[in-house]
Each structure stands twice: as structure tokens, then as C-alpha cells.
């Protein structure tokens, strides 16, 4: 009967997704995370409410987080996770409408990596517990941007990145995708700012001249991770795309933004077309200031994104509709575990490459096909074999560790894989019966597993080879496109000019590349990806025409996966770690926390 009702709302009613999400039978609670402290089969919170102060001078956060618990055992205590958060105050209640009364806590000892964890003890029939507490000015999930690192040099900035598990940075929750929340909050800011949250905003956009009023309330009823919880706040404008996406950014950039992005309704369209309708109420997307750490972080409602997709052509696009796939495949079906992580990145992967072949045609998704297994070949050749395995093994670990090419394109390529062998009509039908079965559901590859075996037909995929075992099975797909025959020509797009750099071998020497640039402009390329690309090479030949672009470029932007190469290319010489330390001494006040972590580990080696 439950297959018959969700056939009628896929069909008729979106909107009834989040209702019948929240009426039907409750999603069965998961183990506990390793990398959280959490205890949520006892105690476990379902909806939170945020007020919160913005406070630029000091660079903290400082408000409340209340949360709306259920209690499977009454003698149990509340755990949330923390990180380098102050804890001045926790009260209870037993329901909305009693008074609040001060309660007992306890914040235990720091974990390196976990961070701490705050118990709270329960007196009998409470249900709401509310924190209150303050950021550190260096939480890992915050960057706190002066006026002169922004676009318009004006006003500071401010973002959030929770994933993996710096969400704990800046609440105190219950820091597990296997746990999800509805959320609501309040933030105030300075009065000339602009706040934006993954929630539906009370803030009118009917009247864009309106000044901010400083004071903002946010709204999502859809249950989310709480990895998905983000902020924004800054000197933002906002333009329409079509009449449920839009796009925000600084003054300075947001016109280039709307034009690079106008294809985002045909995307939105492509998806739903593929695997159900949008289940969000919006898709907007904020085009943050440079130092963002990576490429997009899918936050519902509000993907935010790197500057860097903004080559003028619309050639890097693809990032948006990976994140935007990522409203199906990790926010819809969210991994339950870190360990689990190929469950998002995997299917988004091969969801967008299917996204970009609706609307840019079968040679452009084959052409990114190609790139992507290039680039996860060469990863493999230097990852130990436990980073490997698509079901990876974190204990112990940053799960930020785990985010290499593994999950994103050795997941792609074992759905790519299940779509040869049974058909892509009925690999879509296997597809839109998984999006059904767990949406608003965190899940584990075990279930995975068995739903793959209970839905698909036998194959001769090695199905435990692909999740358990290190490399690629010898049977692995191998896309090819014939796009990338030929000649240089000045015609070339994006992904032609990344083919033929990747195709020369790694010490062609200072000579060639000089020969080269000046053929074809390498170093004065305003594309982030060819110009990454290039001054990679340029540290490997040690093209030194190429290092005063180097040295701008690595000041310049913050994205994680352009800096990391650079970066572990210079620390393999004396000369180049010398470079490095002396660029990145300028360069890491830039950087987001995120990313200076692991530049700091490359560079301590």
C-alpha cells in the first residue's frame, strides 16, 4: 500500500513528500556514529531552534540552541557534540508552553579530532533543552572574512561549512548524518548585512530595494542531517533564474553569476525528469567570496559554491548540477555513517553526469567521464590501499580524510558498471524505487546491499569487489569520447584543453612549457581549472615564467582540490618547500580552516 501511495505523490504531489515523510512509519534509528559522541537510540533530538547574534568584531557566534528531544530511555542523558565551543548555561523543559529551569552539565574532556562531549542529565518529562553558548573565533566550520578579502572590499563576510563534522563547531548537536532534524532559527546581524540559511527565509524578496533589517528568521520542515545546517552572512543580492531558483552574490559578481547559471531550471528540470520531482521548495545558489574550500557544499535549499565555476562559457557548470543532484542522493538518501560517504558522492556523480546529458548532450557528459576516471586513476596510484575501498574504513580518522576521488568516481563507476549489465531503463526504475523507498532516510551500504539484491536481477558485476576491495575491478568501465581527437584549436572547450595537458608525461621540462605557453597562453588562462592544471605542471618542470602566477593564484583562492596538488608538488623539494611556507605564511589567513588543516599537514612532512 506504501508503493502505491508514493507512486501518486512522485506523480501528482511533490510537496506531499515531506508530509508523508513525516506521517509514515519512522526510519529505523541507527548505530552509533564512531565519530560521534552522541547516543541518539536513547536520547535523540528532532527538531532545533537557533538564535543567534553575528558578531564580526570578536568573530564569534553567541546565542542559543535549543532542542525538541525524544527519550527511548528516561534515565539517559542528552549528548551532544561539541568543538571549542563555551558553554555558559544549559535549561530544560517539559514542553513549549512550562518554564525553562537551569540543569546540571558536563562538558568532558577534547578529542582531538572529535572534539568534546556536553552531557546533559534529563529531569523526568523534559523534553526541550536548551544551550546556551559561544563560538571560538577559530572554529572549524566559520570563516570570518575581513572587508578586503571579499569582492567588494567593503563589508566582511561570513560562512559556514558543516561537512564532514564541523557542524559541532558552531552548535552544540548531535553531529551524525544518521541523525536528522528539522531546524528553525533566528540570526541577527549588522544592520547592512545580509543573512541566508539551507531553510525557507521570512526575509521579502518581492522588494529587493528594502534595506536588510538586520534580523532574520528561517524555517525548513524537512528533516536534514545536521551536516546540512548552514549560514551565510554578507553583502549578498539576489536575481531570479526562473520562479523557484535564484542566485545570490556579492554586488560585484552576482550579474556574472546569473549569466554563467542560467541553465539551472532546464537542470532542475533534466532531474526531475530522471528520478522524481524536487523535493526542496527552492534551489537557490550563493556564490561565495574565493577562499571557499571546495568546489560546492549541496546545503538544501542553498547550494553554496566556489567563484572559480565562473569561466564565462559555462564549462564548469557541471558543479551545479552535481549539487543539485545531491538534493536526490545525500540530502533526500544521506550516507549513515562517513564510512558510508560513497553513497552520496557516488550516486551524485553519476546522477549529474546523466543531469548534463539531458541538457548539454551525450558528448559533454562523456567527456567529463573521462576526465573524472583520469583523474581517479592517478589518485589510486598515490593512496594506501585502505583509501581504496568504496565502504572505507575511518576509525580513528578525520572523515575528511575520506573525501578523495574514491567516493565520487569509483562510486560513479560502479553504478556505471550496474547500468551496463541490466540496461539503463531498468537501472532507472532500480534508481527511482531506491529514492522512493529511503527518502528522508540516513542509510548504511549493508542496506544498500540488500536492496540491490532484493531489486536488482543477478549480474556479473562484482558487486562486493567494487565496495570492499582497494583499485578497480578489471571489469571497470572505461568511458571514452572521441572529443578529444585532434589538433589544438583556439575552438577547444574546457575539457579538451584538461585532456591534452594530462596527456603529456610528468617531465617534459621547462623548455617544452615554455613552448607551449607561448602557443597558448597557459599561464594567463582566466580558467581556474586549466590554470590549475598548468601551474601544476609548472611546479613539476620548474617552469619558473609560470611561479609569480603561482604565488597570486595561491593567495588568490582557497578551493581545497586546486591547492592540494600545488601544494604536495612543491613539498617533495627543499627549493619547492621553501616556496611553499613562504607563499602560504601570506596565504593562510585566507585560507578556511579546512583547508589550512590540511595544507598544514602536507607542509609538516
Request: aromatic letters at 10%; one cysteine or more.
Given at each position: 500500500?506504501?508503493?502505491?501511495?508514493?507512486?501518486q505523490?512522485i506523480?501528482?504531489?511533490p510537496a506531499?513528500?515531506v508530509l508523508?515523510?513525516a506521517c509514515?512509519p519512522k526510519?529505523?534509528?541507527?548505530?552509533?556514529?564512531?565519530?560521534s559522541?552522541?547516543?541518539?537510540?536513547e536520547?535523540?533530538t528532532?527538531h532545533?531552534?537557533?538564535?543567534?547574534e553575528v558578531?564580526?568584531?570578536q568573530?564569534?557566534?553567541r546565542?542559543?540552541?535549543t532542542h525538541?528531544?525524544?527519550?527511548?530511555d528516561?534515565?539517559?542523558?542528552?549528548?551532544?557534540?561539541?568543538r571549542?565551543?563555551?558553554i555558559?548555561k544549559?535549561e530544560?523543559?517539559?514542553s513549549a508552553?512550562?518554564?525553562?529551569t537551569p540543569?546540571k552539565f558536563?562538558?568532558?574532556p577534547k578529542?582531538?579530532i572529535?572534539g568534546?562531549?556536553?552531557k546533559?542529565?534529563?529531569p523526568?518529562?523534559a523534553?526541550?533543552?536548551r544551550v546556551?553558548?559561544?563560538?571560538?573565533p577559530?572554529a572549524?566550520?566559520l570563516q570570518?572574512?575581513?572587508p578586503?578579502q571579499?569582492?567588494?572590499k567593503?563589508?566582511?563576510?561570513?560562512?559556514?561549512?558543516?561537512?564532514?563534522?564541523?557542524?559541532r563547531s558552531w552548535i552544540?548537536?548531535?553531529d551524525?548524518p544518521?541523525v536528522r532534524i528539522?531546524?528553525?532559527?533566528?540570526?541577527r546581524?549588522p544592520?547592512?548585512?545580509?543573512a541566508?540559511?539551507s531553510?525557507?527565509s521570512?526575509f521579502?524578496?518581492a522588494?529587493?530595494?528594502?534595506?536588510p533589517h538586520g534580523?532574520?528568521?528561517?524555517?525548513?520542515?524537512?528533516a536534514?542531517?545536521?551536516?546540512?545546517?548552514?549560514?551565510a552572512?554578507?553583502?549578498?543580492?539576489?536575481?531570479?533564474?526562473s520562479?523557484?531558483?535564484?542566485?545570490?552574490?556579492?554586488?560585484?559578481?552576482v550579474e556574472?553569476?546569473?549569466?554563467e547559471?542560467?541553465?539551472t531550471?532546464?537542470?532542475?528540470q533534466?532531474?526531475?525528469?530522471l528520478?522524481?520531482?524536487y523535493?526542496w521548495?527552492r534551489?537557490?545558489i550563493?556564490i561565495l567570496p574565493p577562499?571557499?574550500p571546495?568546489g560546492?557544499m549541496?546545503n538544501p535549499?542553498m547550494?553554496?559554491?566556489t567563484p572559480?565555476i565562473l569561466?564565462g562559457?559555462?564549462?564548469?557548470?557541471s558543479?551545479?548540477?552535481?549539487?543539485?543532484?545531491?538534493?536526490?542522493?545525500?540530502n533526500?538518501v544521506t550516507?549513515?555513517s562517513w564510512?558510508?560517504?560513497w553513497l552520496?558522492e557516488?550516486f551524485?556523480?553519476?546522477f549529474?553526469?546523466r543531469?548534463?546529458e539531458e541538457?548539454?548532450?551525450p558528448?559533454?557528459?562523456?567527456?567529463?567521464a573521462?576526465?573524472g576516471?583520469?583523474s581517479?586513476v592517478e589518485?589510486?596510484?598515490?593512496?594506501p590501499?585502505k583509501?581504496?575501498?568504496l565502504?572505507?574504513d575511518?576509525?580513528?580518522?578525520d572523515?575528511?580524510?575520506g573525501?578523495t576521488n574514491?567516493?565520487?568516481?569509483k562510486?560513479?563507476l560502479?553504478?556505471t558498471?550496474?547500468?551496463?549489465?541490466?540496461?539503463?531503463?531498468r537501472f532507472?526504475?532500480?534508481?527511482n524505487?531506491?529514492?522512493?523507498?529511503?527518502?528522508f532516510?540516513s542509510?548504511?551500504?549493508?542496506q544498500?546491499?540488500n536492496?540491490?539484491?532484493?531489486?536488482?536481477?543477478?549480474?556479473q558485476?562484482?558487486v562486493?569487489e567494487?565496495?570492499?576491495m582497494?583499485g578497480l575491478?578489471?571489469?571497470a568501465?572505461?568511458?571514452v569520447?572521441?572529443?578529444?581527437?585532434?589538433?589544438?584549436?583556439?575552438?577547444?572547450?574546457?575539457?579538451?584543453?584538461?585532456?591534452?595537458?594530462?596527456s603529456f608525461p610528468p617531465?617534459?621540462?621547462?623548455?617544452k612549457?615554455?613552448?607551449l605557453d607561448?602557443l597558448y597562453?597557459?599561464?594567463?588562462?582566466t580558467?581556474?581549472?586549466?590554470?590549475?592544471?598548468?601551474?601544476?605542471?609548472?611546479?613539476?618542470?620548474?617552469?619558473a615564467?609560470a611561479?609569480p602566477k603561482?604565488?597570486?593564484s595561491?593567495?588568490?583562492v582557497?578551493r581545497?582540490?586546486?591547492?592540494?596538488?600545488i601544494?604536495e608538488e612543491l613539498?617533495?623539494t627543499?627549493e619547492?618547500m621553501a616556496?611553499?611556507?613562504?607563499?602560504y605564511?601570506?596565504?593562510?589567513?585566507?585560507?578556511?580552516p579546512?583547508?589550512?588543516?590540511?595544507?598544514?599537514a602536507?607542509l609538516?612532512?
Amino acid at each position: 500500500m506504501l508503493d502505491v501511495c508514493w507512486r501518486q505523490v512522485i506523480r501528482f504531489a511533490p510537496a506531499l513528500l515531506v508530509l508523508l515523510a513525516a506521517c509514515g512509519p519512522k526510519p529505523k534509528m541507527q548505530p552509533q556514529d564512531r565519530h560521534s559522541f552522541a547516543t541518539p537510540l536513547e536520547v535523540r533530538t528532532k527538531h532545533l531552534d537557533l538564535d543567534l547574534e553575528v558578531l564580526f568584531e570578536q568573530k564569534i557566534l553567541r546565542g542559543t540552541a535549543t532542542h525538541t528531544v525524544v527519550r527511548t530511555d528516561e534515565d539517559a542523558p542528552l549528548v551532544l557534540d561539541t568543538r571549542d565551543l563555551t558553554i555558559t548555561k544549559v535549561e530544560t523543559a517539559e514542553s513549549a508552553d512550562k518554564p525553562f529551569t537551569p540543569a546540571k552539565f558536563e562538558v568532558a574532556p577534547k578529542d582531538p579530532i572529535l572534539g568534546a562531549a556536553l552531557k546533559i542529565p534529563l529531569p523526568s518529562g523534559a523534553t526541550l533543552v536548551r544551550v546556551h553558548y559561544a563560538t571560538s573565533p577559530a572554529a572549524s566550520g566559520l570563516q570570518w572574512l575581513e572587508p578586503a578579502q571579499t569582492s567588494g572590499k567593503q563589508k566582511p563576510f561570513l560562512y559556514t561549512q558543516s561537512q564532514a563534522i564541523h557542524a559541532r563547531s558552531w552548535i552544540p548537536l548531535q553531529d551524525s548524518p544518521g541523525v536528522r532534524i528539522t531546524y528553525r532559527a533566528r540570526i541577527r546581524t549588522p544592520k547592512d548585512l545580509i543573512a541566508v540559511m539551507s531553510a525557507r527565509s521570512d526575509f521579502r524578496l518581492a522588494n529587493p530595494k528594502e534595506p536588510p533589517h538586520g534580523d532574520y528568521s528561517f524555517r525548513l520542515p524537512q528533516a536534514i542531517p545536521s551536516y546540512l545546517i548552514a549560514l551565510a552572512v554578507g553583502e549578498i543580492e539576489f536575481r531570479y533564474l526562473s520562479s523557484r531558483s535564484g542566485v545570490w552574490a556579492e554586488p560585484g559578481v552576482v550579474e556574472r553569476a546569473a549569466k554563467e547559471l542560467a541553465d539551472t531550471e532546464r537542470m532542475i528540470q533534466a532531474a526531475e525528469k530522471l528520478f522524481g520531482p524536487y523535493a526542496w521548495y527552492r534551489y537557490d545558489i550563493l556564490i561565495l567570496p574565493p577562499s571557499f574550500p571546495f568546489g560546492g557544499m549541496e546545503n538544501p535549499l542553498m547550494t553554496f559554491a566556489t567563484p572559480t565555476i565562473l569561466a564565462g562559457d559555462k564549462s564548469l557548470v557541471s558543479l551545479i548540477a552535481h549539487e543539485l543532484a545531491h538534493s536526490w542522493s545525500g540530502n533526500l538518501v544521506t550516507n549513515a555513517s562517513w564510512s558510508d560517504f560513497w553513497l552520496n558522492e557516488g550516486f551524485t556523480t553519476y546522477f549529474e553526469r546523466r543531469i548534463l546529458e539531458e541538457v548539454y548532450g551525450p558528448k559533454r557528459a562523456r567527456m567529463e567521464a573521462v576526465l573524472g576516471r583520469q583523474s581517479l586513476v592517478e589518485e589510486l596510484k598515490t593512496l594506501p590501499q585502505k583509501d581504496q575501498i568504496l565502504h572505507i574504513d575511518l576509525s580513528g580518522r578525520d572523515p575528511d580524510e575520506g573525501a578523495t576521488n574514491v567516493p565520487y568516481e569509483k562510486g560513479a563507476l560502479f553504478l556505471t558498471a550496474l547500468e551496463g549489465a541490466v540496461g539503463r531503463e531498468r537501472f532507472d526504475a532500480f534508481l527511482n524505487a531506491y529514492f522512493r523507498r529511503f527518502s528522508f532516510e540516513s542509510i548504511t551500504t549493508s542496506q544498500f546491499r540488500n536492496f540491490l539484491n532484493k531489486n536488482m536481477p543477478p549480474t556479473q558485476v562484482p558487486v562486493e569487489e567494487w565496495l570492499t576491495m582497494p583499485g578497480l575491478p578489471a571489469s571497470a568501465p572505461k568511458p571514452v569520447s572521441d572529443t578529444f581527437q585532434g589538433e589544438p584549436s583556439l575552438q577547444w572547450n574546457t575539457h579538451q584543453w584538461l585532456h591534452f595537458l594530462r596527456s603529456f608525461p610528468p617531465g617534459i621540462g621547462a623548455a617544452k612549457m615554455a613552448q607551449l605557453d607561448r602557443l597558448y597562453h597557459f599561464t594567463r588562462s582566466t580558467n581556474y581549472e586549466i590554470l590549475f592544471e598548468w601551474l601544476r605542471m609548472a611546479v613539476v618542470n620548474r617552469y619558473a615564467a609560470a611561479y609569480p602566477k603561482l604565488e597570486e593564484s595561491l593567495v588568490a583562492v582557497g578551493r581545497r582540490k586546486y591547492l592540494k596538488p600545488i601544494y604536495e608538488e612543491l613539498a617533495k623539494t627543499a627549493e619547492g618547500m621553501a616556496m611553499a611556507k613562504r607563499i602560504y605564511e601570506a596565504a593562510r589567513p585566507g585560507y578556511h580552516p579546512i583547508t589550512a588543516a590540511t595544507i598544514d599537514a602536507i607542509l609538516r612532512k
